[in-house]
């Protein structure tokens, strides 16, 4: 599938611009694909302290999902009056079109250009599969933009770029396991690797219970994680929480790991369950997942579980144990389909 999507590069990327075109523009105004991974996040984000520059109220810690990407192609074209997104081979209007647009205006603001662009992109996984798709999409637009319009931006800059696109898309940057760093500012919030993605055998098990589009989106999530009581105390020990992460992954503690890694989880959706409006995500098929897992961790299985904006449980394993955990989960009520990811790179240009 992968292999198939890189293919399709070169007959995408330079679809309606010839030769002769190519050579009398300007070098940064060439054809550029970029190719990142989601991510999951084992310390969540949840919330903003600046909504409009995605600045976070905590720090989040994730691992990039190899095995599932978002191959991006722009180009930045003179002749255009307005900027073109394709998803899919879709043409793509509306909110999303304004959000990519928004992102895209940043981008020309740092070139000092206003040119607007042709932006095609596709993803190998399913929408819906609760696997955020915002977080490579747009680590891989901010890689594949910036070098099209000529800018030439170190990985802590593309971080801070990707990030005003979708928070945790600045994750998505570095390699393997990754740490976003609040920061006190749009200067200094981006994220980092702490370690590389060959440094743990993890693998996520996602088991996809339900594809229904979400009633609300992250980006409106993030909007009313203040309104709950309950989110003061949710930030109130994140950083702890987040060094007992990031020790577990270094010393390679499943244990330990798997604890803060549930325990982080249920603290965000048990602020999400208690704003206002509350926002419940979950199926009852999602506490199956997790009560089982539980269960078998207790009984020796390096297995534990968490859950984004949406009823998906990703279940995380030790690879030895993926095998007899997969098939375990294949039998559970309402698992419709279970993807695998490897911890992954960060994004790059194809
Ligand atoms: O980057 P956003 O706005 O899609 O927010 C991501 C929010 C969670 O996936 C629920 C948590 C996280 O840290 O990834």
Redesign the pocket.
Known sequence: MIGLLRNQISSYSNRGINHNELSMKSPEFQPISAVAHP???F????GNRDQEL?LPLNS?L?MNLSGLETLTTARFDPALDHDIFILSGENVVGPALERVSRFLDHVRSLANTNVYAHVESQNNFPAGAGI?S??SAFAALAMAASHAIGLNLDEKDLSRLARRG????S?SIPNGFVEWQAGTSDADSFAFSISPADYWDLVDLICVLDTTPKFV???G??ALASSSPLQPLRLAHVKDRLEQCRKAILVKDFESFAQVVEEDSHL?HAVMRTSNPPLHYWVPETEIVLWNVLTWRKEGVPACCTV??GPNVHVLVLSDYAAAVGARLAELPGVQKILKAYPGPGASLV
Request: glycine share 12%.
């Open positions: 991510n999951i996040a310390i969540k984000y949840w995605r989040s994730s955020a915002s977080a979708s928070g945790s898309a994750r989106g992250s980006t999530g993030h965000m984004d904006a």
